[in-house]
């Protein structure tokens, strides 16, 4: 079956603009959590949505905001893009109970001008 | 709420030889946890998980880690390490009730031919 497909895959945006990265997840599943990577902090979560509902929020901003839509399909916004949002964000799809692994897209790698 | 601690951010070794990648999880009634592996420029793949049962536990690619109730631990190993096996590791943790990983901050595995 198809995997976590997230697009589009290198994005380059200026400062103060915003930006919408969707993630497509495995087919019944219906969690969908997002991720920010970066070298200095490495992997840090974002947010999780399940049927549609954010279910879990990490420590970001209210500049990051996502949704999710009734086939599980997710997207994220960042509004007004700083430099330090450049990353490599990744969507990763699950069942959505506790034990279920995480299966992760390749990423989106945004880098702010 | 639960830490992850990978001890080495970076672990160099000849290939064909063994190796370990170590990880400390704090302390929980219940625990799950997984190692990952990120290739460059690409998402994370679960290389094994422990959910319960026998503390060995085995996994893709010849990796195999042990769950240690009473040292927090569950190590990554190998007996003989390729070329191919140059990328970065992640071990992460879930405890009960929790729907979000907490994941360590890698460790990039080198090998040198």
């Known amino acids: 079956k198809a995997g976590v497909t997230q697009t589009p895959r290198y994005l380059i945006k200026t400062r103060g603009q915003q930006v919408t990265l969707s993630c497509s997840p495995i087919s019944g599943h219906r969690s969908v959590s997002w991720y920010q990577q970066t070298p200095g902090q490495g992997l840090q979560f974002l947010f999780e949505?399940?049927?549609?509902?954010?279910?879990n929020k990490g420590n970001f901003p209210g500049r990051f905001s996502g949704r999710q839509f009734s086939n599980s399909r997710s997207e994220m916004n960042v509004s007004t893009l700083e430099l330090g949002d450049s990353a490599l964000y990744l969507c990763?799809?699950?069942?959505?109970?506790?034990?279920?692994?995480?299966?992760f897209g390749q990423g989106t790698r945004l880098t702010v001008v | 709420a639960q830490s992850v601690t990978q001890l080495d951010s970076q672990v160099p070794v000849f290939e064909e030889a063994p190796v370990e990648l170590r990880c400390n999880y704090s302390?929980?009634?219940?625990?799950?946890l997984f190692w990952y592996v990120q290739y460059p420029n690409q998402g994370l793949q679960l290389l094994l998980k422990y959910l319960s049962g026998s503390t060995l536990v085995k996994g893709i690619n010849g990796f195999e880690a042990e769950f240690n109730k009473s040292q927090t631990s569950f190590h990554l190993r190998k007996p003989s390490v390729h070329i191919s096996d140059t990328a970065e590791y992640f071990c992460a943790a879930l405890s009960g009730g929790s729907y979000i990983p907490t994941f360590g901050r890698g460790t990039s595995l080198i090998v040198h031919p």
């Open positions: 302390s929980s009634v219940s625990v799950y």
């Open positions: 949505y399940f049927s549609e509902t954010q279910r």
């Open positions: 990763a799809s699950s069942l959505g109970s506790g034990t279920t692994e995480a299966f």
